[in-house]
């Protein structure tokens, strides 16, 4: 027995130097992890000081840094109407583009007795594809176009099963969603390097951050547009081209309407006109923002916290609630 007690003792001897230098290994390691996790913190934390505070103190003057006028797809209801009141604040002349030829008009009479602004009106329905991008680009022919804002979008009118999206409701999220971006970008974006200044805002969304079972090509759709707007950025910011994404969390707009729970205005789901109030002013600040600073903090958790199967895993279970609550309103 004393043998054994001996031996033990011999082996925990020699065992205790590398012991130490292992705890010292690891100690180094963790203070380089919590510096990391620490100076990331405070980089956050600053973005989001000069994104949602420093930019609504000293916002940028469009007109002269862009150009005289500004294009809004998808822009008379939600988050596109509000854009468009909010750039014709700024002193820009507004292209308006949408399908709805009543609700345009009204529109720009509304924005050019208001603001004394220059309004052109474009009908067309995004869903339709190709043939409508050369009518466009006949309305934007001998104007200064110094932002887009791709807004115009689609989304489910409430969660559903893959195999019971219709074709149209398919075909609708490709040309709406993301051709769109890509096609309205190559007709105004040519000019915007002639003159080495511009800005195009792309709206996407916070769904794009991970897969969304109901809401699959919805989600898909947007974290194409975000992508697709990080390339643009890098292959064009140095060319003095503003190139913003926009990923914001529920606002409550029609398309939200299929549930009380996100469709209702609130603190944390804001009505399109505080949303863009944020978001606007957040251009030439920030390349890559929610828009509002809720969903900042709401999209800080989602990308620095959480892992993608959770995002997905609750993102799931709220789709299943809220397909539910359409199934009880339908059958009352």
């Not at 000293?58 to 909010?86: H, L, M, N, S």
């Not at 700024?90 to 603001?115: H, M, P, Q, T």
């Not at 951050?209 to 950025?233: N, T």
Request: hydrophobic fraction near 45%.
């Amino acid at each position: 027995m004393a043998v054994s007690v001996d031996s033990f003792s011999l082996v925990i001897n020699e065992l205790l130097p590398a012991l130490r230098r292992l705890e010292e290994i690891l100690a180094i390691v963790g203070l380089f992890y919590i510096g990391k996790v620490g100076l990331n913190t405070l980089w956050d934390l600053g973005f989001g000081f000069r994104s949602h505070i420093y930019s609504r103190l000293w916002r940028k003057k469009f007109v002269q840094r862009f150009g005289k006028w500004a294009v809004v797809t998808g822009c008379t209801d939600g988050i596109g109407r509000c854009y468009a009141e909010e750039l014709a604040k700024e002193g820009l002349n507004i292209v308006l583009i949408s399908r709805n030829i009543d609700k345009l008009k009204r529109v720009a009479a509304e924005l050019g007795s208001k603001y004394k602004i220059e309004t052109e009106i474009v009908q067309v329905d995004f869903s339709d594809g190709l043939p409508i991008y050369s009518k466009i680009e006949k309305h934007l022919q001998d104007k200064e176009i110094g932002m887009l804002i791709n807004n115009v979008g689609v989304m489910l009118p409430y969660p559903k099963y893959f195999t019971t999206v219709t074709e149209s409701e398919l075909w609708s999220h490709i040309n709406v969603n993301m051709a769109s971006v890509c096609a309205m970008t190559k007709l105004i974006l040519p000019q915007m390097v002639n003159r080495g200044k511009g800005a195009i805002v792309n709206i996407a969304s916070i769904a794009g951050a991970g897969a969304i079972p109901l809401m699959g090509i919805y989600a898909a759709s947007k974290a194409f547009v975000d992508r697709f707007s990080q390339a643009l950025e890098y292959e064009y910011g140095s060319k003095g081209i503003t190139v913003q994404t926009v990923n914001p969390s529920y606002v409550a707009t029609n398309m939200t309407s299929y549930s009380p729970w996100i469709g209702t205005a609130n603190f944390i789901t804001p009505p399109p006109s505080v949303f863009v109030k944020h978001a606007v002013s957040t251009i030439g600040y920030a390349k890559r923002t929610t828009g509002y600073w809720v969903h900042g903090i709401q999209a800080w958790f989602v990308e620095k916290v959480f892992s993608n199967w959770f995002f997905t895993f609750n993102m799931a279970q709220a789709q299943y609630f809220f397909l539910k609550d359409v199934k009880k309103s339908h059958d009352s």
